[in-house]
């Protein structure tokens, strides 16, 4: 089993946790730096030293006109090259490589011979003067060795002599390196342990400033927490909110919007469903006590027509809520094909052939018989079907339809107009809602007020649009633009095939 690394879960440890290594990179570096600084001030210390050593011993050579001598004054010494001492060391070589004198410190050991000078320092020696190396003392110590080469008894103005005619003494002074390194890895210690220390204090800083940053976040949230439906109505205050908090609680306040909108058509489609079952169900009951009580074989005839009626208006409800709420929900389409528009023009209208030539609606055609659009065809006549049952149940005697459908495009429109109607701008807006009817021009006994709404559902399933508009006089146009489709179920293959 692989274990897997837990991450933050919420935004607030991430920001703690990415806070607390960048303070903790941060105060390494600085530990590293103090760490340096403290190295180069050792190493500083102990180049200086050696400089100072160097000098003091090259005054303590001196030429008799015979032979060389070094006269050791310890007193003259900052640094202690006595016997106890673990970590300084000096030895002076005569011209003719023979150790003149030695530092009690180095006992039986010596220092190495630095090689041949590279230029010819004056009687004072300077830190470019002088010359360092590491080396290796013969029991194997590790030291920084400074040395300088020069004359005692050269005058200051005498020219350098000739590699014949040298007369300068090595002087070299070595100091243990270990002091360098003790020194910087106990300030590193020092540093690093002081850097835990503020670590401790710096995580207990980012906790409060994270939380506090995240207050406006962690106030939003407990104020949408407290929603309800009671709610939706109210918004949050955008203006006066934190820039970084501020686009969410303008997009909370769109989904309210929706959600309220959403709420209140539900609440509307749930009275009006209410209403529009009520009715019949209020007919069926007078007529099954009518009949309960009249005890006429005609009397029970008539109530049993009432309530066959109110039933199958009933069920016609219901069936048509079926199909919208279906459309209206994530379905998979239907079967494709080819649809022959104007032949579905002409079925719908062949319905209601009987009820134009009574009441003389002229009905007008404008479109080529050859249109064909790739849609549902199902889904299609559906549409068809019911504007055109709409517009004739509404268009009074003696008014006019009118029916025109061409190729637009990539889509097919279709625009069913009829005239004249006592429709208002705001009657308008509100068609293709559930269940809405304008009680004097569009309050037919037998129609639930859901052939529009269906219309739309199923043309919005349709990737098309639906329109209405209102023109003078009393002309009402509705005007559905369906695109060509692709997709869907295979239709079945047939056996012959």
Same mark, same amino acid.
């Given at each position: ?11 607030r440890?991430r ?19 103090? $760490? ?8 500083? @210390? ?8 160097? $000098? ?7 030429h ?7 006269r ?8 202690n ?6 970590? !300084? ?5 005569g ?37 360092i190396?590491e ?12 040395? =300088?080469?020069?004359?005692?008894? %050269? ?17 070299t002074v070595a ?5 360098l390194?003790?020194?910087?890895l ?13 670590l ?15 207050q +406006? ?15 939706f ?6 203006d ?6 501020? +686009? ?5 306040n769109?989904?309210?919007?929706k959600?309220?909108? !959403? ?14 079952? &009520?009715?019949p ?10 009949? &309960? ?9 008539l ?23 279906k %459309? ?9 094909? +080819? ?5 579905? =023009? ?8 009987? %009820? =134009? !030539? ?6 007008? %055609?404008?479109g ?5 659009i ?7 006549s ?33 625009a ?9 701008a705001?009657?308008?807006? &509100? ?21 529009l ?16 508009r209102?023109k ?11 695109p060509?489709?692709?997709? @869907?179920?295979? +239709? ?6």
């Open positions: 089993m692989f274990l897997r690394r837990s991450r933050p879960r919420s935004i440890d920001l703690i946790r990415s806070l607390t290594l960048l303070a903790a990179a941060a105060c390494s570096l600085g530990a590293i730096g103090v $760490a340096f600084s403290v190295y180069n001030y050792v190493n500083a @210390g102990l180049l200086g030293q050696v400089i100072v050593d160097s $000098a003091l011993l090259g005054l303590m050579v001196e008799d006109g015979k032979a060389y001598h070094f050791y004054q310890p007193a003259a010494f900052e640094t090259f006595g016997i106890g001492s673990t970590d !300084a060391y000096f030895q002076v070589w011209p003719d490589g023979v150790v003149l004198a030695k530092s009690p410190s180095l006992g039986s050991r010596n220092l190495p011979l630095p090689p041949a000078p590279t230029f010819d320092p004056d009687f004072a020696p300077t830190a470019e003067e002088l010359e190396q080396a290796t003392l013969s029991a194997g110590e590790s030291v920084l060795q400074g040395w =300088i080469r020069w004359d005692p008894m %050269r005058m200051p103005n005498e020219p350098p002599p000739t590699p014949e005619l040298d007369r300068r003494v090595t002087v100091r243990d390196v270990s002091i390194w003790r020194s910087t106990i300030a590193g210690a020092v540093a690093f342990a002081a850097v835990g220390l503020v401790l204090g710096l995580r207990f800083v980012i906790v409060l400033a994270v939380d506090r940053g995240l +406006p976040l962690t106030n939003l949230s407990q104020e949408v927490a407290r929603l309800d439906e009671k709610d109505g109210g918004r949050f205050a955008v006066i909110m934190p820039t970084e908090t501020a +686009p969410f609680a303008f997009a909370i769109s989904v309210l919007a959600a309220e909108a !959403a709420l209140d058509r539900e609440r509307r489609f749930s009275m009006s469903a209410a209403h529009e079952l &009520r009715t169900i209020a007919e069926i009951r007078t007529a099954a006590d009518v009949a &309960r009580r009249i005890n006429s074989p005609e009397a029970s005839a109530a049993l027509a009432s309530i066959v009626t109110s039933a199958t208006l009933m069920e016609a409800v219901l069936s048509t809520l079926f199909r919208l709420a %459309r209206s929900g994530d379905i998979e389409r239907d079967v494709i094909g +080819p649809v022959q528009l104007s032949s579905l =023009i002409d079925h719908a209208l062949a319905r209601h052939q009987a %009820r =134009i !030539a009574q009441q003389q609606i002229t009905i007008t %055609r404008q080529t018989s050859e249109l064909i790739m849609t549902e065809q199902a889904a299609l559906t549409i068809v079907t019911n504007l055109i049952d709409n517009a004739v149940e509404y268009t009074p005697s003696g008014g006019a339809i009118h029916v025109e459908f061409s190729q637009q495009a990539a889509a097919v429109m279709l069913i107009s009829n005239t004249p109607v006592s429709l208002s705001q009657d308008v807006d &509100r068609m293709g809602e559930p269940f809405w009817r304008k009680h004097q021009a569009r309050g037919g006994g037998n129609h639930s007020g859901l052939g709404a269906l219309v739309k559902a199923l043309i919005q399933s349709l990737e098309g649009t639906i329109e209405f209102l003078p006089p009393f002309t009402l146009h509705v005007i559905a633009t369906l060509h489709l692709t997709g @869907g179920r295979v +239709p079945p293959v047939s056996e012959g095939a």
